[in-house]
């Protein structure tokens, strides 16, 4: 059974380039015909791992394609979810699996609604990779920047589906994880005590370490929060494993520092207005991180860049 892969950024087509090396079927949706046609042009993708380039012609089509999708990898940003499901839901067939590997929470209860004769299987990924940029096909061309893992599971459906072995075969790192609500609920909780300050310190992970006070603050606050939201798991020792992380990541430029230095929108709406929203539902007051939020909304008005 084929597997289609909606979402033709790094990790789309770090997922798409190696279930084709392993020999299962899939195809990549395009954004339109143009891409579509900038994508042949290139005849697949080329994928970078550790220095040796390989390339695979995966096939391509764009959502107008009148085939039934049975399996989905829905790997675009959360704030493109809801138009690009919506745009493949006419060829999902009966029973079809949809794994969404977005940031932060909320992109997957719209597709659930949208999708009701659906699967929806979500899924949080470590894994590193970005498109090399320097090369002539660059828009194809995606190093593998860091070994990760992936966890995925159904809060609905405890049940593990049989194409987990897909991913085996295919050199994916993965668990099925029953408690995958309580992964995304702490890896939402990291990026909202890194990511933003990150925006607005205008530095590298490891600058965080001047403002040691204000992301033990931020912390305590996210850790209320995740006991308000029935997540006391994802709460435990979150100063510690934050601190962890930029240490671990100290030259890096997180993810949303570098969208807002490359003009591009941020995912703001799923993470730290995603919390906000929560604690306002639970009729929790976190100053903090409603004043972050808030400061963090203002600089990207200031940018010129979308805030919700």
């Not at 138009?83 to 067939?93: D, F, G, N, Q, T």
């Not at 992964?183 to 370490?209: D, E, F, H, M, Q």
């Not at 994802?234 to 003009?263: E, F, P």
């Not at 919390?275 to 409603?290: F, S």
Request: hydrophobic share 45%; proline share 6%.
């Amino acid at each position: 059974m084929s597997w289609h892969v909606l979402g033709a950024g790094s990790l789309g087509c770090l997922w798409a380039a190696r279930l084709a090396r392993a020999g299962v079927p899939v195809q990549l949706i395009l954004r339109d015909s143009a891409r579509l046609d900038a994508y042949q042009r290139a005849g697949g993708l080329t994928l970078v791992e550790q220095g040796q380039a390989r390339h695979y012609p995966v096939p391509g089509q764009t959502a107008a394609d009148p085939a039934p999708i049975q399996r989905l990898l829905l790997a675009c940003k959360a704030y493109d979810v809801e138009s690009a499901i919506a745009a493949v839901k006419p060829r999902l067939a009966p029973g079809a699996e949809l794994v969404l590997l977005q940031n932060g929470l909320g992109s997957q209860e719209a597709v659930a609604a949208r999708v009701p004769q659906a699967r929806c299987i979500l899924a949080s990924s470590t894994e590193g990779a970005f498109r090399d940029g320097a090369a002539p096909d660059g828009e194809w061309r995606v190093v593998f920047a860091g070994h990760g893992h992936t966890w995925l599971g159904d809060p609905l459906d405890d049940h593990p589906p049989a194409w987990l072995a897909d991913l085996e075969r295919s050199g994916i790192p993965h668990q099925w994880s029953p408690d995958i609500l309580s992964r995304l609920w702490r890896k939402l909780a990291l990026n909202c005590a890194i990511n933003p300050l990150t925006v607005l310190y205008a530095c590298r992970n490891g600058g965080l370490s001047e403002h040691r006070a204000e992301v033990a603050t931020l912390c305590a606050e996210l850790g209320q929060l995740l006991h308000s939201c029935g997540q006391p798991a994802a709460a435990q020792d979150l100063y510690a494993d934050v601190q962890r992380v930029i240490q671990a990541t100290a030259a890096n430029y997180s993810s949303m520092h570098q969208d807002v230095a490359q003009g591009r929108r941020t995912e703001i709406a799923y993470l730290l207005g995603h919390a906000c929203a929560a604690a306002q539902h639970h009729g929790l007051a976190l100053p903090l991180l409603a004043a972050l939020h808030e400061r963090l909304v203002q600089h990207l008005d200031a940018c010129g860049l979308p805030s919700h």
